[in-house]
């Protein structure tokens, strides 16, 4: 068993899984691989599973019954790696939006950085997307700047969804207060991160919008992230937070 598990939720993505999952068992560090498969009418699942006994013990997937958010994707996946005591979890979307060999760049952070929570970071040097329209990027980056202003954070790209977490943190976070299931998911796993005192790291990529497939990027996610974090500031100031601990 490798130190650190990949976790990739899915959803019709039948175009990309196969070639994710193929490059990230490339890699010169060995990774393990959660696929958290949403019930794709597409096939994406059987594709998984044609796969897996080529990669025993390193390949696995959680079949859910339907499309039920990122955030409890991410989560289902977080708790199946502490079950098992990765080191180093990684959240990456199967487009190869996220490039698989930038896994070094976040492994190192953590495991030599002092990182506890390493992103993946659009926005740390300009801004690095290649294939988005210009009204998309202006979208996410001023949605990063608004949300360093309500938070207080100091970190450029806070709605990045490429990430590794060391184990120690995910243990310390209540899964069951984190409220956001979409694209505020992402916001409020580093605002948690960051009250509990963890140390975060932004990592210089280049994010690549998805050739193939569908984005499930939408306007309601955007507004659920707009009016979602202003909430969540507010509940902060009324809530203690405290790691949780065995």
């Not at 949403?38 to 959680?62: C, H, Q, V, W």
């Not at 070094?104 to 659009?122: E, H, M």
């Not at 996610?221 to 507010?234: D, N, P, R, T, Y």
Request: proline fraction near 3%; aromatic fraction near 14%.
């Amino acid at each position: 068993m490798s130190d650190s598990i990949v976790i990739i939720p899915t959803y019709n993505e039948k175009e990309n899984i196969e070639k994710i999952i193929r490059k990230v068992f490339t890699l010169s560090k060995e990774f393990d691989v959660l696929i958290v498969e949403d019930n794709s009418p597409d096939g994406t699942a059987d594709i998984i599973k044609s796969l897996m006994p080529e990669y025993p013990n390193r390949l696995f997937i959680e079949e859910r019954k339907g499309k039920m958010g990122l955030g409890t994707a991410y989560i289902h996946g977080f708790r199946w790696a502490l079950a098992r005591e990765y080191k180093f979890v990684f959240e990456m979307d199967a487009d190869f939006s996220h490039n698989p060999d930038d896994l070094l760049k976040l492994y190192d952070a953590c495991l030599n950085k002092g990182a506890d929570v390493a992103i993946g970071s659009r926005y740390i040097k300009g801004v690095n997307v290649v294939n988005w329209p210009m009204g998309r990027v202006l979208m996410s980056y001023f949605a990063s700047i608004y949300v360093r202003f309500i938070t207080r954070m100091k970190i450029m790209d806070t709605t990045a969804g490429f990430k590794c977490y060391r184990r120690e943190v995910l243990k310390a976070i209540d899964f069951d207060k984190i409220r956001f299931m979409g694209y505020a998911f992402q916001i409020e796993m580093k605002f948690t991160a960051w009250k509990l005192h963890f140390n975060i790291m932004e990592v210089p990529i280049i994010f690549t919008d998805r050739t193939e497939g569908t984005s499930k990027m939408s306007k309601r996610i955007f507004k659920e992230a707009f009016i979602g974090v202003l909430s969540m500031k507010i509940k902060s100031w009324f809530k203690k937070y405290e790691r949780l601990t065995d």
